[in-house]
């Protein structure tokens, strides 16, 4: 088993930044796949972005790509999402996920086993 907490969370105008952060305990994360799911109110939660448990590679939704960046490191435990130039559109809540039954990289919600609690991101206009 492996426990995910997100922190990071909270209120920002149009065109801000927000950095989240998962931190994770109990089995061995640096053999985990990790990924950012979000979801906004009334829709399905949907793929944020991936890194393998090397770190080395990285994959982003389209909606995403150029405006976040997700890094980990494998000592802290931990695993980020750096948010730049956010949209009302990005208002969800958002939620870290680990696999350790894929190399990585996995868009699809079914592939992750653990999931943490999520935190709110509101993005103002």
């Known amino acids: 088993q492996v426990q995910l907490v997100e922190s990071g969370g909270g209120l920002v105008q149009a065109g801000g930044s927000l950095r989240l952060s998962c931190a994770a305990s109990g089995r061995t994360f640096s053999t985990a796949a990790m990924a950012w799911f979000r979801q906004a109110p009334g829709k399905e939660r949907e793929f944020v972005t991936a890194i393998r448990w090397s770190g080395g590679r990285t994959y982003y939704a389209d909606s995403v790509k150029g405006r976040f960046t997700v890094s980990r490191d494998n000592v802290k435990n931990t695993v980020d999402l750096q948010m730049n130039s956010l949209k009302p559109e990005d208002t969800a809540v958002y939620y870290c996920?680990?696999?350790?039954?894929?190399?990585?990289?996995?868009?699809?919600?079914?592939?992750?086993?653990?999931w943490g609690q999520g935190t709110q991101v509101t993005v103002s206009s």
């Open positions: 996920a680990a696999t350790y039954r894929t190399s990585g990289l996995d868009s699809r919600r079914e592939e992750y086993d653990f």
